[in-house]
C-alpha cells in the first residue's frame, strides 16, 4: 500500500470515528466520547507520518496528482465541518448542563429558606460547662 492510500484510509477513520463521536455526544456517552477522542489523536498521528510520502507521490504523478489532492482537500473540508458539527453539539450540550446546574443550585437555595423558616430552631445542646 502507498502512501496516498495509508493517508486516505487514515482520513477516513478519523471521519468514522468523528461521526461516532458526534453520536456519543448526543447521547451523553462521555467514556465513548474520550475513547473517540483518542482514536482521533492516532489518526493524526498516522497522517502527519503519511502526509510527506503522499506528497512525494503526488508530485511525482505530475499534473494527474492535482485531481488526489483535490479529493484529499473535499475530504478535510468534511472532516472540519465534522468537527464543527461536533463542537456546537458539545456546546449545546454543556450550555443544557449549565442551565441544569443553576436551577438545582436555586432549588437548594430555596430548600435551605423553606428549611430556615419550618424548622425549629436548634437547642444547644450545652448550656453550661461544669
Known amino acids: 500500500m502507498n502512501a496516498c492510500d495509508e ?3 487514515a482520513y477516513e477513520e478519523w ?3 468523528a461521526q461516532a463521536e458526534g453520536e456519543a455526544i ?3 456517552n462521555w467514556s465513548l466520547v474520550a475513547q473517540c477522542q483518542k482514536a482521533i489523536q492516532q489518526a493524526q498521528s498516522q497522517i502527519l507520518r503519511y ?6 507521490e503526488l508530485a511525482a504523478l505530475g499534473p494527474t496528482g492535482g485531481a488526489h489532492e483535490n479529493f484529499f482537500r473535499a475530504l478535510i473540508a468534511e472532516l472540519i465541518e465534522i ?3 461536533n463542537n456546537s453539539l458539545l456546546a449545546a450540550v454543556r450550555q443544557a448542563a449549565q442551565a441544569q446546574f443553576g436551577e438545582l443550585k436555586q432549588a437548594g437555595h430555596t430548600l435551605r429558606q423553606v428549611q430556615r423558616s419550618y424548622a425549629p430552631p436548634r437547642l444547644p445542646v450545652w448550656t453550661s460547662f461544669s
Open 83 to 85: 468537527e464543527r458539527r
Open 7 to 9: 493517508l486516505q484510509n
Open 26 to 28: 448526543q447521547n451523553c
Open 51 to 56: 502526509t510527506d510520502g503522499a506528497r512525494s
Open 15 to 17: 471521519r468514522r470515528v
